[in-house]
């Protein structure tokens, strides 16, 4: 089994950059991809970004600027088994618990979560 502890979270102000981190523990196999998502109070969670195990990423439309750059940046480092979510100009809708997750060939995995909160 993998175990997934977010870090990073907490009261920001707008246009703020925190970074979440994610640190994958337990007897871990090759993981196909770390990701991120965040859930807002009554709504659906949903994926924020991803990160494949060849160093493909992806972005939610909703964390993307002017010409759809995205305000959010994931990385990995393979070494320490963690993942990062750099986040920058946040907005008081990025508020929300943020989930790492993450996969292999037994299952998914997700972590407990942080709270960002993001105050304008």
């Known amino acids: 089994q993998v175990q997934l502890e977010e870090s990073g979270g907490g009261l920001v102000q707008a246009g703020g950059s925190p970074t979440l981190s994610c640190a994958a523990s337990g007897t871990i196999f090759s993981i196909n991809y770390m990701g991120w998502y965040r859930q807002a109070p009554g709504k659906q969670r949903e994926l924020v970004a991803v990160v494949t195990s060849g160093g493909t990423t992806n972005y939610a439309d909703s964390v993307k600027g002017r010409f759809s750059i995205s305000r959010f940046t994931i990385s990995r480092d393979g070494a320490k088994n963690t993942v990062y979510l750099q986040m920058n100009s946040l907005k008081p809708d990025d508020t929300g618990v943020y989930y790492c997750?993450?996969?292999?060939?037994?299952?998914?995995?997700w972590g407990q979560g942080t709270q960002v909160t993001v105050s304008s």
């Open positions: 997750n993450t996969q292999d060939f037994r299952g998914t995995y």
